[in-house]
């Protein structure tokens, strides 16, 4: 036995030193290695760990402030019939409560901002959804004109408590005075009824005395919304069926649990992407890091044939010599999961600073729990250790005696390629690269395949620029042509529509007619709006894919795919329409198209029709208006004057606003995902580089010796990344085609629907950048072509 | 030192040739001063024990290697100060090299090895002329690792005279070899030799190969310790080991 000590670094075995030398003489392959791993590690945390601090965020502040599990809007009910809420089996408590559109003027805008007033929870009642109070104070009893506001809305306008607000309700246009700053889990997600962004200031939130508010909009001794909380374990379904029983004859447009309540299902939506992300993408990045671990060490072995040799001679045992691999196994794992770890971390709180900007918590709880990290540490360890055992064990199984004999010359007689001799029309150098993929096949297909990964990654990664672009196109520049969307507070007469027509500025302005009504196709239920358009509507309406108007014929219902298929109906079926408003008629209506929208659900029929069936004359709900951009200063003034107008949605702001949450979410992922794609292709391309530069720098020396230049003896080394990774290209876009439709699918909810869209550009970008990668790797291991030591491989055997 | 007398420059003109490697108290002087004059389609064999600074003249004419001073000159072309490009066009287009361990490209035929040379020279023989002089045109379509070591050593011969080089450099070209293989080896090389004039220095431990030499250069302790001219050679098949 030798003395495994040596004498300069007490307590490192002569195995630990040759690691440590190792390790260091493999630095560059090791960190691209490691880089891998890490961005596996990183999209764990950040996907897993973020998903993991939304839900106990949500969860904690739901639960803190008694987030209702059901709403039960009325139009007026009596006070009493809380109490028989009360008493609906499953219910474990009722708050009854006021509530009411608003609209606030504002010294910091033209256009009113749209809002509602909510009473707040009275002093002896249950709290359901009490509010959080950031700053300020609770409005006093008694005190008619102080209020709550939203915090987000007060921050975008500028207004601290102690300031006043102009806001007009019930029709009635009153000052009222800011006493706090609050959030409240019905506004995490901040976005008006209607709305498909939030716009903070375009949308605000006031909370007031409930006696207050009941005679401001004349319900004294009424609610207009009971909340409810139901018993733990107690089903919704015959809840919100009771309660609309009870509530049917006030004006109910019927109850609707959490998963229909618009802030909650925005934010259970991005939880729901969230953890897509974290179950697809960082077993494809452990997956490719253990490969390269594996790959990696397989030629280390190959390369130490004659010291394992050596070491066994010696008498080390197989169990040493498999050790020795594994902790060179481990430290690379170990450096991609601290790497892995530290960056996701990091990455994991510049995201969640980046979520509290438009979902609204008081505060974000950053979850540290130990299963997301010890799941993480244990695929890294099983993926990595794994790759690693296998090289060990086939070390371990050398022979002592042949494996200190140098390995005999690669045979190339009987492998593929052999065959190309027939191929004469190809130069011998292109003949050396091509024999040289196909001797090892194994080995191109984890370069090919890992290339590929890389591309497929960012081609299903920009995708969703591709996909988003088609969606806003869709919904802003073709559904949606108005400038400005104005809603009234209440159905009003085609009168109202003449006004609009004559206010400054109004170019063109078209009816809308929006009811609340449930659609049944056998026992399949569905809430939805139903919108009555005008014949040939011009600005607001429904298309197809292509882009082309579809509108409903006389008697026809029109409705968004999303829906279509919900209800299982296709054009040309009738479902059964149940109006929640008004004289609440049923009926059955055909079907007669299905439109397309990526954003919300569309259901549409023509305005007169609808206006017949609620047994109503010529009434509109609100109206889409193109406008004279110069004019609009003027027209907001009139807007704000004029009686019954909720709220207005500017078409342009709603837009920006739009792509701007896009590209702060999706730009700063989109950002991290491209970085880690093309660290896959690094980390592949250097190592498969580096790999065929040491078992060939000794033909490559010779050519040199031969006489072939720099530039030719670089072509026979770097040929063969150069013709992988173009096999690789086409395989890749394949691959991002299909990971791009499994995002699609996964990633579409209620509230937005990806379209399957792939530019070609996107291909040609992630070519492009897999490319340019694969160069600068490759040019990492060119620069040993230079250093080549011809004078050595005259003397040195095979 | 003997000169060769003659109206065209010799071959190889080397003066006061030396090289260092290192600096300082860890210099190692492996040439101290080599002057050498080969005529044009000489065999020269080059003996001496490990050190004595055959190899490393040899790295130097071969161009694959810089001298540290003193002159260097191919057929009267200054190579001492010679780029890095120059070199490799120098080897490109004037020298074959013949190597102790064969040195092929495995991956490819040895017909494709020989045309792998000739590809990119300027005036070759063909693969199976080049292969017919070592007697190999029956193999050509084989790969290395399906020949034995003198086969390997004949194609890595016939690789290097292919492009009918001026200049052939062999290193222990029969050191791996067995007597029998090896005498085959010393044939192919003077029958080249003597077909298409290539000046050939072959560096061996074998002092028997040097019977068959037109002048035998005995190095010691970086220099030239002498240069005798063999009046009668004797043919490889003859040598003893």
């Given at each position: 036995m030798v003395d495994p000590r040596h004498p300069l670094i007490p307590g490192l075995s002569k195995l630990d030193r040759k690691l440590v030398r190792d390790l260091w003489s493999m630095r560059v392959q090791i960190i691209a290695i490691a880089l891998v791993i890490a961005a596996g590690v990183a999209v764990h945390i950040v996907a897993a760990g973020m998903l993991d601090s939304l839900k106990l965020t949500r969860d904690t502040y739901y639960d803190r402030h008694q987030f209702a599990d059901i709403w039960a809007p009325v139009?007026?009910?009596?006070?009493?019939?809380?109490?028989?809420?009360?008493?609906?089996?499953?219910?474990?408590?009722?708050?009854?409560?006021?509530?009411?559109?608003?609209?606030f003027s504002l010294d910091t805008m033209d256009a009113p901002a749209a809002g509602e007033v909510l009473s707040l929870p009275q002093a002896n009642g249950s709290a359901i959804n009490r509010v959080f109070l950031v700053e300020g104070r609770m409005p006093l009893a008694g005190q008619r004109d102080e209020i709550l506001l939203l915090e987000t809305f007060a921050i975008a306008h500028g207004l601290e408590p102690g300031d006043t607000i102009e806001a007009t309700i019930y029709g009635a246009r009153d000052r009222l005075r800011i006493t706090g700053l609050a959030l409240s889990p019905e506004y995490v997600y901040a976005i008006a009824p209607g709305q498909i962004v939030p716009d903070p200031r375009m949308f605000g939130v006031a909370w007031m005395e409930r006696e207050a508010l009941a005679q401001a909009v004349d319900r004294d001794g009424a609610f207009t919304e009971l909340i409810v909380q139901l018993q733990p374990g107690a089903e919704t379904a015959p809840v919100i069926a009771a309660l609309d029983r009870l509530l049917e004859p006030y004006g109910a447009p019927g109850a609707y649990a959490r998963?229909?309540?618009?802030?909650?299902?925005?934010?259970?939506?991005?939880?729901d992407q969230l953890s897509t992300m974290a179950g697809f993408l960082p077993p494809i990045f452990l997956a490719v890091a253990a490969v390269l671990v594996n790959v990696v060490l397989a030629r280390l072995v190959a390369l130490e044939r004659t010291e394992i040799?050596?070491?066994?001679?010696f008498g080390y045992r197989d169990r040493d010599v498999v050790i020795h691999y594994l902790k060179f196994a481990s430290v690379i794992g170990a450096?991609?999961?601290?790497?892995?770890?530290?960056?996701?971390?990091?990455?994991?709180?510049?995201?969640?600073?980046?979520?509290?900007?438009?979902?609204?918590?008081?505060?974000?709880?950053?979850?540290?729990?130990a299963e997301v990290y010890g799941v993480a540490a244990l695929v890294t360890f099983i993926a990595i250790g794994g790759a690693g055992v296998l090289a060990a064990w086939r070390a371990a199984r050398l022979d002592p005696a042949i494996a200190m004999r140098p390995p005999p010359p690669p045979d190339y007689s009987q492998a593929l390629g052999a065959g190309l001799t027939r191929w004469r029309r190809i130069d011998h150098q292109t003949r050396m690269v091509l024999r040289q993929i196909l001797r090892w096949p194994q080995r191109s297909a984890i370069t090919i395949g890992g290339i590929a990964v890389s591309a497929g990654l960012l081609i299903s990664t920009l995708f969703f620029l591709d996909s988003m672009e088609v969606m806003i196109g869709s919904y802003f520049d073709i559904a949606n042509r108005q400038d400005i969307t104005v809603s009234f507070n209440q159905p009003r007469s085609r009168e109202a529509l003449y006004a609009l027509e004559r206010m400054p500025g109004v170019m063109a302005a078209e009816p809308v007619r929006h009811v609340a009504v449930r659609l049944r196709n056998g026992p399949v239920e569905e809430r939805a709006a139903l919108t009555g358009l005008p014949r040939e509507a011009q600005l607001s309406r429904a298309v197809t894919a292509a882009g082309d108007g579809i509108e409903p014929p006389p008697g026809g219902l029109v409705l968004s795919q999303d829906l279509a298929e919900k209800l299982g109906v296709k054009a040309g079926e009738t479902i059964e329409v149940e109006v929640t408003e008004g004289r609440r008629p049923v009926l059955e209506i055909p079907v007669s198209g299905v439109s397309t929208s990526y954003i919300g659900s569309s259901l549409n029929m023509q305005i007169d029709d609808l206006n017949r069936i609620m047994g109503e004359g010529r009434v509109i709900t609100g109206a889409a208006l193109r406008v004279d951009r110069d004019q609009e200063a003027r027209l907001y003034t009139a807007l704000k004057a004029a009686p019954g107008v909720a709220g207005l949605s500017l078409q342009t702001q709603?837009?920006?606003?739009?792509?701007?949450?896009?590209?702060?979410?999706?730009g700063t992922s989109i950002l991290i995902y491209t970085l880690f794609a093309g660290l896959i292709a690094v980390g592949v391309v250097y190592n498969s580089v580096r790999i065929s530069f040491s078992e060939r720098e000794t033909e490559l020396a010779v050519l040199r010796v031969l006489g072939f230049t720099r530039g030719e003896v670089a072509y026979v080394l770097l040929g063969e990344i150069a013709v992988l990774t173009l096999i690789s290209l086409p395989i890749g876009a394949l691959a991002g085609a299909g990971l791009a439709f499994v995002f699609a699918e996964a990633m579409s909810s209620d509230l937005f629907r990806l379209p399957y869209v792939i530019e070609a550009r996107t291909f040609a970008y992630a070519a492009g950048l897999v490319i340019f990668v694969a160069i600068s790797s490759a040019l990492m291991v060119r620069s040993r072509l230079d250093k080549l030591d011809m004078v050595a491989v005259l003397k040195a055997g095979e | 030192m003997p000169a060769v007398s003659s109206d065209t420059p010799p071959c190889f003109d080397i003066r006061e040739l030396t090289k260092v490697y290192g600096s300082g108290e860890a210099a190692v002087h492996a040439l101290r001063g080599v002057?050498?004059?080969i005529p044009d389609g000489d065999m020269v064999v080059l003996l001496g024990p490990s050190g004595s600074g055959k190899s490393t003249l040899l790295n130097i004419i071969g161009g694959l290697d810089r001298a540290t001073d003193g002159v260097f000159k191919f057929r009267g072309e200054d190579l001492t100060r010679a780029s890095v490009r120059q070199l490799t066009l120098y080897r490109r287009r004037h020298v074959g090299f013949v190597f102790q361990f064969y040195n092929l490209m495995p991956s490819l035929t040895a017909r494709e090895n020989v045309e792998l040379v000739t590809e990119i020279a300027d005036n070759p023989l063909s693969a199976a002329e080049a292969l017919a002089m070592v007697g190999l045109d029956h193999r050509m379509d084989h790969f290395p690792a399906e020949m034995s070591g003198g086969e390997q050593q004949r194609v890595a011969i016939a690789r290097a005279i292919a492009k009918r080089p001026e200049v052939m450099l062999c290193d222990e070209p029969t050191g791996a070899l067995d007597s029998a293989t090896g005498v085959r080896v010393l044939q192919a090389l003077r029958d080249v030799n003597e077909q298409l004039g290539a000046t050939t220095l072959i560096i061996t431990h074998n002092a028997g190969v040097a019977d068959m030499a037109h002048r035998v250069v005995t190095f010691s302790d970086g220099r030239v310790g002498k240069v005798e001219v063999n009046e009668t050679r004797i043919e490889p098949e003859a040598l003893t080991w």
């Open positions: 139009v007026r009910a009596p006070e009493a019939l809380a109490d028989d809420a009360g008493a609906i089996p499953g219910v474990r408590a009722v708050e009854s409560r006021v509530r009411s559109a608003a609209q998963e229909d309540q618009i802030s909650d299902a925005f934010v259970s939506s991005e939880i040799g050596l070491m066994k001679a450096i991609g999961f601290i790497a892995g770890l530290a960056l996701g971390v990091w990455l994991g709180r510049s995201l969640a600073a980046l979520y509290t900007e438009y979902y609204r918590f008081p505060y974000l709880i950053f979850s540290l729990r709603a837009e920006e606003m739009f792509v701007d949450i896009m590209d702060q979410s999706m | 002057d050498l004059s």
